[in-house]
């Protein structure tokens, strides 16, 4: 193509592509605020869930909390809020591989 000479064709996909990034990052943000993970604390007393955006929308104690020292409660509780960051960032990077997955850059892009 002669320099200066608009390739409309080019133009028209690069838009079309743009587009289908738009709906796509759409649809991951949707995702991402509605797909929720369940984790437990290793000595199974705290659950909580959280959504692969990192919102925390429940926790429970599981176990009776009578017996255990707060030092104990604590760690159970903090043990369940990191285990449910790492699963919100895996949930993350699983929606957005699936989300992204079919998307090829445009030629010489």
Do not use: C
Not at 48 to 65: D, E, K, N, Q, W
């Amino acid at each position: 193509m002669p320099r200066g000479e608009i390739d409309e064709a080019w133009i028209e996909e690069a838009v079309r592509r743009y587009r289908r990034i738009e709906t796509l990052q759409a649809e991951f943000d949707q995702a991402v605020a509605t797909v929720e993970v369940t984790v437990r604390s290793p000595d199974g007393l705290v659950e909580v869930v959280v959504t692969a955006g990192g919102r925390i929308t429940g926790v429970r104690f599981l176990g009776p909390l009578h017996q255990r020292s707060p030092r104990d409660v604590a760690g159970s509780v903090q043990a369940a809020i990191t285990a449910a960051a790492d699963a919100a960032e895996w949930a993350r990077e699983k929606l957005h591989n699936e989300t992204f997955a079919a998307y090829r850059p445009l030629a010489g892009a």
